[in-house]
C-alpha cells in the first residue's frame, strides 16, 4: 500500500484523477485506519488530506458554510453556528471522545455514510449541501439526502473530494435538538439518533416547519417526511405527536446488534420524537421573532 500525501486540494484533485479508484481519502482516519485494519477494506493507495488547512473552517458569512476538513471537536466550539444550529454542535460533541473529535472530520463522518453517523442527522434537518470538487469536472452541488445511498455508500465520484457543506438559513421562531441514545458512559456511535428543526408560525401555537432526520434506524439515514407532515400545521399536541411516532416507525427499519436489540430500537424512537418535538417547540416559542 502506497501512501501519498496532498499539500494543497489542486494537488489532491490531480492525485485523485491520476489514481482513480485506488485511491482512498483519509482525513482524520478515525473510520479508514480501522476499516484497513481490520481488512473490511483494502486499498492500493492512501492519500492523506488532513493537513489542508484551506477545508477547516466554520463561515458565517451570510450563509454558513463548514469545511470538510473541520474537526470535530472545533465544530462542537464553533461560536459561529451559534444557537441556530445547536444540533450540530451537539451532535459533534457526542461522537467518541475528545481525542476522536480532535481528529475525526465532519466530511469523514459524512463520506463514511455509516446508517448510525451522529451527524447525518442535524445535517440533513438542516437542508446541508454538498460541495464535491473534481479535477476533470469541476465542482458540483448535491444535498446530503441525495449524497446518502445507502449499506455504507455514497454518490461520491472516485476522484472526487468533498469540500464543504452549507446550510439553510434559520428562520425565527425556530429550534433545533439532537438527542443521542446510547449505552451509559459510552463513547460509541448512537443506538438511536434524532434531530428535529422545527419553526412555530407567527401566532406560536402552530408548528410551521418540522423536519425530523434520524439515523441507526435503517440502513441510511434519513428525513421522516411521513411523519413531518402530520405534525406540519398542527398544534403540538399528543395525538398529533404520537401519529407522527407511528408514521415514523412505519418508516424505520431496525436490527438487533452488540449495542442494543430492534425491539428497544423500535420502543423508544416514537418516545424519543415526542420529547424533543416538545422540547423544541418550547424552545421555538421563547426564541426571539
Ligand atoms: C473510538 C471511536 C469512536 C467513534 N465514535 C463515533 C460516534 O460516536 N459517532 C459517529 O458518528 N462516529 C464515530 N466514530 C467514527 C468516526 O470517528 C467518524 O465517522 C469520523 O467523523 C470520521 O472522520 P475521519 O476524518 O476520521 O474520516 P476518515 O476515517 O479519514 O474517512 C472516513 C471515510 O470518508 C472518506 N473521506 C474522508 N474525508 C473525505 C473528503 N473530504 N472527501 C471524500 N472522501 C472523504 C474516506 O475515504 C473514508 O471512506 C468513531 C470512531 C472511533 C475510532
Known sequence: MEFVSAGSVDEALDKLLSYGGDATVLAG???VLYQLRSGYLSAKVVLHVETLADLFYVRRNGATEIGALTCLRALAEADELGEEYSAIRSAAASCGG?????VATIGGNICNASPSADLAPPLLAHGAQLTLASRSRG???LSLREFLVGGGRTRREPDEL???IALEAVPPRTADLYFKVR????MERPIIGLAV???LAESGERIDDIRIAVCGAGPVPFRAQEAEAILNGQAVADD?????GAALLERASFVT???ASAAYRQAVLPRVLAHVVKHCAARAADSPS
Request: aromatic letters at 4%.
Open 98 to 102: 475528545w481525542q476522536t473529535q480532535a
Open 139 to 141: 465542482s458540483r452541488s
Open 162 to 164: 468533498l469540500t464543504a
Open 29 to 31: 482516519g478515525t473510520a
Open 240 to 244: 398529533a405527536v404520537k401519529a407522527a
Open 183 to 186: 449505552r451509559r458512559s459510552a
Open 257 to 259: 446488534d452488540a449495542r
Open 197 to 199: 428543526r422545527l419553526t
